[in-house]
């Protein structure tokens, strides 16, 4: 035996035998930072979780690169937020990984909005106008309380993957979920102020973060998701902000700043910058960072304005 051969067997024998082995954890990819926490908080030790955005991307457009194809091929699941937000990029990803576990309708697609019920669902999809929505508005992330969906829907996929673990699975879902709803009390209580306020964005991001605080969505820069904005509708737009006295426009950080601040200058309405997912600034590490941050920034704009 070489004395190479032996220090590997060694360093197997040290592997603490209560905590799987990195070789014996279940490889899961998110597509986005915010499913990755989920992930590790439901999963500990038994998961090695890696996520393909980071966090300051567009969830409908995230920049593919063969890395992540790579990095698909040998994953147990790939959790995503579902209803198609990710259309832009998976499909593609999906195919190039040649990973048969991991396809749509497959135990390792873990698809996070099964418990959601949608907003916005088209009568009529015509994705040749460049609809970004084709099944309902699927920013469900922003919403913590569909965030407890969502972590339910995770647990509910590596339970499918691992049965026999899934008393770790269960207790350590009831400990996250029960660490969600005390945030989720507290932003209730913090977020008391922005009941009522009216909010433009530029793209229909913030509506159920909207919806879960009493907050009144009025419109979009964009023509429609995913649809750029022309002249007459800015105009239209700025008129109706002025009309209905909103009280911020939102720009969220993917989204070009020019046009956002032309729009909040002309209509002397106070502009607030968001992230859309965790980990897209450097206090928003987490899911609940995240939330923090954007209830924060609501609250901190308005006591400026
Ligand atoms: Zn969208």
Same mark, same amino acid.
């Given at each position: *035996?070489?004395?190479?051969?032996?220090?590997?067997?060694? &360093?197997?024998?040290?592997?603490?035998?209560?905590?799987? =082995?990195?070789?014996?954890?279940?490889? @899961?990819?998110?597509? @986005?930072?915010?499913?990755?926490?989920?992930? +590790?908080?439901?999963?500990?030790?038994?998961?090695?979780?890696?996520?393909?955005?980071?966090? $300051?991307?567009?969830?409908?457009?995230?920049?593919?690169?063969?890395?992540?194809?790579?990095?698909? !091929?040998?994953?147990?699941?790939?959790?995503?937020?579902?209803?198609? &937000?990710?259309?832009?990029?998976?499909?593609?990803?999906? /195919?190039?990984?040649? !990973?048969?576990?991991?396809?749509?309708?497959?135990?390792?697609?873990?698809?996070?909005?099964?418990?959601?019920?949608?907003?916005?669902?088209?009568?009529?999809?015509?994705?040749?106008?460049?609809?970004?929505?084709?099944?309902? !508005?699927?920013?469900?992330?922003?919403?913590?309380?569909?965030?407890?969906? *969502? $972590?339910?829907?995770?647990?509910? %996929?590596?339970?499918?993957?691992?049965?026999?673990? /899934?008393?770790?699975?269960?207790?350590?879902?009831?400990?996250?979920?029960?660490?969600?709803? =005390?945030? @989720?009390?507290?932003? #209730?209580?913090?977020?008391?102020?922005? +009941?009522?306020?009216?909010?433009?964005?530029?793209?229909?991001?913030?509506?159920?973060? &909207?919806?879960?605080?009493?907050? #009144?969505?009025?419109?979009?820069? #964009?023509?429609? =998701?995913?649809?750029?904005?022309?002249?007459?509708?800015?105009?239209?737009?700025? /008129?109706?902000? +002025?009309?209905?006295?909103?009280? *911020?426009?939102? +720009?969220?950080?993917?989204?070009?700043?020019?046009?956002?601040?032309?729009?909040?200058?002309?209509?002397?309405?106070?502009? $607030? #910058?968001?992230?859309? *997912? &965790? %980990?897209?600034?450097?206090?928003?590490?987490?899911?609940?960072?995240?939330?923090?941050?954007?209830?924060?920034?609501?609250?901190?704009?308005?006591?400026?304005?």
């Amino acid at each position: *035996m070489t004395r190479f051969t032996t220090a590997l067997l060694l &360093a197997f024998a040290l592997v603490p035998t209560g905590r799987a =082995a990195a070789a014996d954890k279940l490889k @899961i990819v998110t597509t @986005i930072p915010d499913l990755a926490d989920m992930t +590790r908080q439901v999963g500990g030790d038994l998961v090695d979780v890696t996520s393909i955005a980071t966090g $300051v991307e567009d969830i409908h457009a995230v920049p593919m690169k063969p890395s992540f194809a790579v990095l698909l !091929n040998g994953a147990d699941a790939v959790v995503v937020v579902g209803l198609d &937000a990710e259309h832009g990029f998976l499909p593609g990803l999906l /195919e190039a990984s040649r !990973n048969p576990k991991i396809q749509r309708d497959q135990p390792g697609y873990i698809d996070t909005s099964v418990y959601v019920t949608p907003l916005e669902v088209p009568t009529r999809i015509d994705r040749s106008l460049g609809d970004q929505h084709p099944m309902g !508005n699927p920013h469900i992330n922003l919403d913590p309380v569909m965030g407890k969906d *969502m $972590v339910r829907a995770i647990a509910d %996929g590596l339970i499918r993957l691992d049965p026999a673990h /899934e008393s770790t699975y269960t207790a350590n879902l009831a400990t996250y979920t029960a660490k969600l709803d =005390a945030a @989720i009390a507290r932003w #209730e209580k913090e977020a008391a102020p922005l +009941r009522g306020k009216k909010l433009v964005s530029y793209h229909p991001d913030l509506l159920y973060f &909207a919806e879960r605080f009493g907050m #009144e969505p009025v419109g979009t820069i #964009e023509l429609r =998701a995913g649809v750029d904005p022309t002249p007459s509708h800015i105009e239209q737009l700025e /008129e109706q902000m +002025r009309r209905d006295k909103v009280d *911020m426009v939102v +720009r969220e950080l993917h989204y070009p700043a020019g046009l956002a601040e032309t729009v909040a200058q002309a209509t002397g309405t106070k502009l $607030v #910058e968001l992230p859309v *997912m &965790a %980990g897209g600034l450097p206090d928003t590490k987490d899911y609940i960072s995240f939330v923090d941050h954007n209830v924060r920034t609501m609250l901190e704009a308005l006591k400026g304005s």
